[in-house]
Nanobody, 115 residues
Framework: QVQLVESGGGLVQAGGSLKLSCASS????????MGWHRQAPGKQRELIAV???????DYALSVKGRFTISRENAVNTMYLQMSSLKPEDTAMYYC?????????WGQGTQVTVSS
């Protein structure tokens, strides 16, 4: 059973930066893709960034140019570098990982951006 654990969230001022980490208890080499999602209060969870096993990336328009997803398979960890943060980026951030037959989710880390 793979476990994903997010860290790095917190309170930051608008315009600031944060780097989230998603540590996997299993080898990230096994994942076809990994992603970051977020859910703001009263809103649906949205996929904001994805990275494939061959490190291709894609981003939601709302974060493109400001966030960077990466993965370091040697330490079984995925990252989300967030810059130029806005109050509307405030949400619970979750990581996910996909194998051929199932998906895994972390429990989330809170990001709060003050204006």
């Amino acid at each position: 059973q793979v476990q994903l654990v997010e860290s790095g969230g917190g309170l930051v001022q608008a315009g600031g930066s944060l780097k989230l980490s998603c540590a996997s208890s299993g080898s990230t080499y096994n994942f076809n893709a990994m992603g970051w999602h977020r859910q703001a209060p009263g809103k649906q969870r949205e996929l904001i960034a994805v990275i494939t096993s061959d490190s291709r990336t894609d981003y939601a328009l709302s974060v493109k140019g400001r966030f960077t997803i990466s993965r370091e398979n040697a330490v079984n960890t995925m990252y989300l570098q967030m810059s130029s943060l806005k109050p509307e980026d405030t949400a619970m951030y979750y990581c996910s990982a996909s194998e051929a037959t199932r998906d895994y989710w972390g429990q989330g880390t809170q990001v709060t951006v003050s204006s």
